[in-house]
């Protein structure tokens, strides 16, 4: 678009890693994270997921508007069930 402005929402997370170190089994380890949208549009969240069991988020949405600007915190947690090094 010539001489327009484009809107668009821009999801960022902090941290981008995080290190729970060492959790015994059994036993669960919680991190904070901050979800920000520093877009210019609204950002619809449906869901957050992982992959691995061991890890779930403790942010519960579904259809989630996070206005520009806004932001949503909340943790994650890790439950191993395995020993060993957890991605």
Do not use: K, W, Y
Not at 8 to 37: E, H, K, W, Y
Not at 48 to 77: C, K, Y
């Amino acid at each position: 678009v010539t001489g327009g402005t484009s809107t668009m929402p821009v999801l960022s997370v902090s941290p981008t890693a995080l290190d729970f170190g060492s959790v015994n089994l059994g036993t669960t380890a919680s991190r904070q994270i901050t979800i920000r949208n520093t877009g210019t549009a609204p950002l619809v969240l449906n869901s957050i997921s992982t992959d691995n069991a061991q890890f779930r988020s403790g942010i519960s949405i579904s259809n989630f508007q996070l206005t520009p600007g806004g932001l949503l915190e909340g943790s994650i947690t890790f439950t191993p069930t395995s020993a060993g090094t957890q991605q």
